[in-house]
């Protein structure tokens, strides 16, 4: 099992996927004018990642959860100009003087453009994957034994890293409040079995762990819909046909 995707709610997809794409520096894998758009980001010898943009009619929450930060480093001022030539804009969420700059996409999610760390020196284009946790150990043990990804130095409270040791981080953040059972995440990740990987097996492990499923009313999906010990939504994709 191994973690594929970074999906994001959009009410323009196609408008907010070619931002992302044009950003990252990103490869088009579909481009559904009705529906969705995905890109792949692959980072050299390391993991490669789908970010898929999915249409949905409400607009972006405050303070979202899970959100996407872009490496800087000693370009930083020259990210912050491509953010706003390709449609982003800057974004005061009381931020006050900090080395990160806060800005927003095209549809008004957060994102940072960070500074120059030593943990982001691997990253590649995408530099971290904050995450709000209730309990940073708990969540952390949870992601890292679903996902592969393994513990990695980092300033914040508790990261993980593709065990290449290249790619974005997943930054297991103390969350400021609890998640409402009603709220869905407007970013979240999706797991891939794979053809080893027994779904009962791995369910029983993610329920284990703390994990829950969400019954979400969605209708009918080809993969099935959980939450993570903190109420984090995620997927579970199931092995690729072939």
């Known amino acids: 099992m191994y973690l594929e995707n970074v999906v994001v ?15 990252l520096g990103c490869t ?18 390391g993991p490669v990642l789908d970010l898929c943009f999915e249409k949905v009619d409400e607009p972006p929450a405050p303070s979202p959860r899970l959100h996407l930060e872009v490496s ?23 931020q006050r003087d900090v080395p990160w700059v806060v800005m927003a996409d095209p549809e008004g999610n957060p994102l940072c ?22 309990d940073v150990e708990r969540d952390t043990r949870f992601w890292s034994e679903l996902s592969g990804w393994l513990l990695a130095p980092s300033s914040m409270a508790s990261a993980l890293r593709h065990p290449s040791g290249r790619g974005p981080l997943l930054e297991l953040c103390p969350e400021l409040a609890p998640k409402g059972p ?3 995440n407007r970013v979240h ?14 369910v ?19 993969w099935r819909v959980f939450r993570d010990p903190s109420g984090n939504e995620l997927c579970l994709l199931p092995t690729p046909r072939g």
């Open 9 to 23: 709610d959009a009410r323009d997809p196609q408008r907010l996927g070619r931002f992302w794409e044009a950003l």
């Open 28 to 45: 088009t894998l579909s481009d559904d004018p009705t529906g969705s758009f995905e890109t792949r980001l692959t980072v050299p010898d």
């Open 72 to 94: 800087g480093g000693d370009r930083q001022d020259e990210v912050v100009a491509r953010v706003l030539e390709l449609g982003g804009r800057h974004l005061d969420i009381g």
């Open 113 to 134: 453009v960070m500074e120059a760390r030593p943990e982001y020196a691997a990253s590649g284009p995408l530099s971290s994957l904050p995450l709000d946790c209730a």
């Open 182 to 184: 009603d709220d869905k």
């Open 189 to 202: 990740l999706d797991l891939r079995l794979e053809a080893s990987d027994d779904p009962d097996e791995v």
């Open 204 to 222: 029983t492990r993610l329920l284990d762990l703390g994990g829950s499923e969400f019954h979400h009313g969605w209708g009918d999906l080809p």
